[in-house]
């Protein structure tokens, strides 16, 4: 199956903060957001794997800074990593500032989805091959989530997720210094 | 400063799935619902700390099953616990089958909250009070979620996380089995 | 067939007002309203009958006091008393104060339903069992309303209407005083 | 103060029922065309007053025969008595045939509309004056269901409402026969 | 086939301005008002031609003048000239003022609408016969935007419009005195 | 004054065609299309001028072929010529094939926009450098639909218009062939 980079999956989404879109401060409301991300997350993983796909889980969202009504808001979504049949999706939020020509970084997000045929059965993904630093360290910490994510839910022991074993003693050992 | 338990500040709603509210293959859209999640989860954390708050993170979201067209929604919040100026909430959404009177778990998602004052500044908020086992059990996972947060995004060591720090040691031995 | 208790149709529902559901002074709008009121009816209705139920009519609804933009709404329903395959819905809709704990009453309202098979054909729904005072209070005005409904509409006279004319009875005894 | 007709006020509003109208079998929701409902009698009892007008209640709607998705529906409302600062409107609602150029009566509502000034203060409003015969029932059926109302909530006796005591005499003396 | 007159097709759609209309300056949203525009004028081309219409294009809009918050809105459409399967369809948009009683035209907008039978193929329309003065400039200027697009997508010659040519010379008579 | 190329200011939107925005066929809505347009061209119109803009007039849109549910749909617009205060933008609407990763262009629409500063009057705007060729004929004939319309309105005569005049000869001059 054909190996594809975070880059061919880039997904970029524009919208504008209305009335409609505000919380009752005049900030571009948590959900409504959280909507636009997960839009915006399925269309750049269906670009990916050619395939419908259904959000499986959020892993991660931080809302660090508020967006104003009126604002330009831009999504851009990319694939970081594949694991058989599902897809971890990174999605950075930007709010433009029209006058000054100026972007800020309001939120990341990480989501996982699933990609589906006709029969709603879950297909295999094509794998992602990192190029850039960046999205090779996207690329394992994307893995250690996942080994977390099913360690903690008891699904599996330290013994199956040997990278997150290799983390938690560099952790511990850097914890002693 | 009181001190509370999850019970006080449990907050339930209702919702029927109307074809608004559906995605293409006619289940309840996943923003939709992260929307639903994210006003019901606020509303909780208000009534913990008896003041407007707003979403400082999604922590965790999982999309186990679908809910169909047609089907009623009820989401059930509460705070699990709080930290300082935050509070992180559990919030539970079951289907349920009218005619068959049974409701089925459908998903389950950890949002974190931050109270405000009229002048959008952060206020503290009481400490919980875990009295049941089950609410112990989210207790003490809930802090080990925020270590690990803060630990993964290189803010803290594990010097400064005793309890995820004893956590990891037992995992470790438990793989050694 | 089953008889039931108003509380066992008990539905509640909560919603925060928020921009898009205020109308131009700022305050929830009627409309709006009205849409929650006749799901969360719907619903109550539905948990009766354990079947689905369509709006037959809205006997009655008063907007006694506004609510306002970012106050959160809790709905109350339950069916006070079912007439062979119709149920009526009593709705009580109050807004809450999250800083003092308060809650006010303002709005309350009435509405039919019948429940329906899966070919939209009626179905019988189980009667209902007044215990406590209140409850048979709403039992008996309903029957008043739906007797007052039909002789307006002229499909009965008085004479199929006999709780109905001794009310009339009683109220002209009063008036004489 | 000027006296006004009915067909002063009349009112027309016409909307296709699209997917984001309809409920889970295809046909208007009944929450959305009491949003209709209510603006289109806001608008005939602003036009009746000259002011705006905010919703005190609704008396009755009946929700007769279902209005499918993609028909045309067209609602008519006018004002049809005014109490000093209070009018109660009749809104018919109508679904349209386009191919048969005919139109079938659905549904009608009375709502009750407050007048109000900048300050939020109820205002008069002029008196209507019935011309036909249907307007003159109506203005006469409405007085009948506005003391019945506060006969209903002991506002007021019958001795108060000498009209629907008449009415509630030539009721009793049918029901004889 | 049947010929009909300008009249025949008119309908008129009221609207209330809310704010979930609004865009971020308090006035009508240009995005909401062309949604209403559209509908009204697929009715208006129903009307005219017993059949559902589908949108074919919008040969020019102009938002003169903006409409504020809490404004009444009233849309005019009628279809002003047909071309076998096609109708090009006026639209006039109105602003209330209810206190004083005046209205003024805020925008004007010119539809074009084909006509489709149940398997979506076109169908014939009948002819539009103005009768007053109005009415026939709207047929001409009709005419001659067909003719002015057709030409400058190059899919006719001047030959293949009379009418456009002789208002070309007329044009340019006009500029030389 | 700066110049500008259209490439400046290409702005694209991605969307997700949901339930919620299509028509009683299945298609995407054109009121909901129109409305992404309006929002997309605004923003286009806002990056050459770095002011908020506003919709001025909708100068033609196509709806040459149908978008369906769950298809993505993707914008794109830029401004193609500007005069004084005001900017023609054209935009682009392709629909997009996931499995096959073709796109389709569906629509095309120019818009003129008129930027503002903060008390709502016009601004100046940068002129317009076309580069590539498609460029100077979008350019060239955004100057000819003006004084088209400028003509039309009666607000100017062809001696104010000589690049339309010289088009129209030379469309006089190919119709004799």
């Known amino acids: 199956m054909e190996i594809k980079r975070p880059s061919d999956s880039i997904t970029t989404m524009t919208n504008l903060v209305m009335p409609n879109d505000a919380n009752i401060v005049g900030n571009l409301f948590g959900g409504k957001l959280m909507e636009w991300m997960d839009i915006c997350g399925a269309l750049s993983a269906a670009r990916h794997s050619k ?7 959020v892993n991660n969202i931080s809302f ?7 604002e ?4 851009v979504a990319r694939v970081v990593r594949a694991f058989n049949t599902s897809m971890e999706v990174y999605i950075e939020v930007y709010a433009e500032n029209i ?6 970084k309001c939120n990341d997000a990480y989501f996982t989805y699933v990609a589906v045929d006709e029969n709603y059965q879950t ?9 850039s630093e960046e999205e090779q360290e996207l690329f394992e910490l994307s893995l250690l989530r996942r080994q977390l994510k099913l360690l903690m839910a008891e699904k ?3 013994k199956d997720a040997p990278e997150l074993r290799a983390q938690m003693v560099e952790w511990m050992e850097t914890s002693k210094g």
């Not at 660090?64 to 009126?70: D, R, T, V």
């Open 51 to 57: 395939n419908v796909c259904v959000t499986a889980s």
């Open 64 to 70: 660090a800074k508020p967006i104003h009504l009126g």
């Open 72 to 75: 330009t808001v831009t999504l």
């Open 99 to 104: 006058k000054k020509g100026t972007k800020r």
């Open 123 to 131: 297909v295999k993904v094509p794998a992602i091959q990192p190029l």
């Open 156 to 158: 599996i022991t330290l």
